[in-house]
């Protein structure tokens, strides 16, 4: 793929809050967790862990942000997870999360799926673990939650380069 079509899929890609009913098929989200396993990461430290929620288990999960219409929706959820037993440095280790969950969206939507990225949820990040009986140094980071996006136009907004630049030349 040339350097022109990945700035235009980073730049096409909007967050989807509403999915049709279809199923993605686990051989797709292995695809999708292979190219989060595939972002950079400090000291090549590979932080992140992930777990995958469908069905009664998923809608247990909406229970617990504001945004449940968004979890109910999606056919599955991505939850990503720091490994505090595997810390290097915290900064840089949540940094790799990061990129781990955008290379994450990018290449779903290269794939035609659409994905949210929510952070509201882990204000209940500890009940999360005790519902789903996780051990606490899986720290939750970002819940995804993704499927087929239902089509309508998405308005993405950025503040100019020139903003943003600050030694413009
Ligand atoms: C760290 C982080 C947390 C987010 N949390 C939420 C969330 O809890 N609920 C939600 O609807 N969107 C959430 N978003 C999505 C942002 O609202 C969205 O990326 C932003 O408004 C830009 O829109 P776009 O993704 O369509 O370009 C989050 C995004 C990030 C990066």
């Known amino acids: 793929m040339m350097k022109k079509d990945v700035l235009k899929l980073i730049k096409e890609r909007r967050s989807v809050r509403k999915f049709k009913k279809k199923k993605i098929t686990m051989g797709s989200v292995r695809k999708i967790l292979e190219a989060g396993r595939w972002a950079p990461s400090g000291l090549n430290n590979q932080p ?16 617990y942000t504001h945004y449940s219409q968004v979890i109910t929706s999606a056919d599955k959820v991505i939850l990503v997870f720091l490994d505090k037993k595997n810390i290097y440095n915290y900064e840089k280790d949540l940094l790799s999360i990061g990129a781990c969950i955008q290379n994450m969206l990018i290449f779903l939507h290269s ?37 087929e996006p239902v089509a309508y136009k998405r308005k993405g907004e950025r503040e100019s380069l020139k903003k943003l630049i600050l030694n413009p030349p």
Do not use: P, T
């Open 111 to 147: 794939i035609n799926y659409g994905a949210c990225w929510l952070g509201e949820i882990l204000n209940q990040r500890d009940k999360i673990n005790k519902m789903l009986g996780i051990k606490r140094h899986l720290q939750l980071e970002a819940v995804i939650a993704l499927g």
């Open 48 to 63: 992140w862990k992930f777990m995958v929620l469908q069905k009664e288990l998923k809608d247990r999960l909406s229970r």
